[in-house]
């Protein structure tokens, strides 16, 4: 990529947020001054839409973002979901069976309503869910598969979420995506074909920018379809190594404003 970007898709956890999810208000600034020239940016992140009023917040203005790892494209002017992708009741059975197949003590969680609320069985472990008023338990667990999600959510006691991960990307192959975006041994699962790049690449074509023009910034493995997808790709210097081995050029940390940084270089705002 020679050129300036012609459109700027970052991670928000461990990217874009510091370690106690706040945003600076430089990181801020220089996004809206970005944005304000012209240039678009989208938040590309795991997270639920729920979940997304910390960072809007914390913005001069609300961003684009896709959503849930590819699955939904959002529009938070207009609060409308301009794309889903759902794991559809009769896929989420087979992906549910494998998996009790494959990892006997499973717990399972499904974003449901296009993200907006949250279905778990009674022992899934709830983390940063617990005390969301989106989210409920399910006694029976075919009531967890019977509507359309958009992300599966597997958790099974404390595990290496990489092995955890690679063992049920095994099990679910040529069926869904599995992928993490965490170190507690969170797996979240997609759709065949649904990642961060599908998502991105949608929208991206929605308002003609093309991928070579397209400048990313992630951390973690769920990010790695996008950052191959993109022109040109940047790590934060804390993202894990999966992301390290794939990245054009590594910034500094996320607690540092390693984005901000990064993009005062490219476009000359500070």
Known sequence: MD???GLIATDIDGTLLHDDRTLSAHTATVLARISARGTPVVLVTGRPIRWLRLVYDQLAEPLPAVCANGAVVYDPVDDQVLRADPLAP??????AQRLRAEVPDVS???????????RHEAHYPLRWEAGDAATRVVQNPAELLSVPAVKLLARAGEQDPDR???LISAALAGLAEATHSSNSGLVEISAAGVTKAAGLAWYCHRIGVDAADVLA?????????????????????NAHPAVLAIADEVTSTNSTDGVAAYLEKVFGVD
């Open 217 to 237: 910034f992630g951390d973690m493995p769920n990010d790695v379809p996008m950052l191959t997808w993109a022109g040109r790709a940047v790590a934060v210097a």
């Open 90 to 95: 009769e896929l989420l059975a087979e992906v």
């Open 3 to 5: 050129a300036t970007p």
């Open 108 to 118: 399972l969680a499904a974003e449901i309503v296009d993200s907006r609320e949250m």
């Open 164 to 166: 955890f991960t690679e």
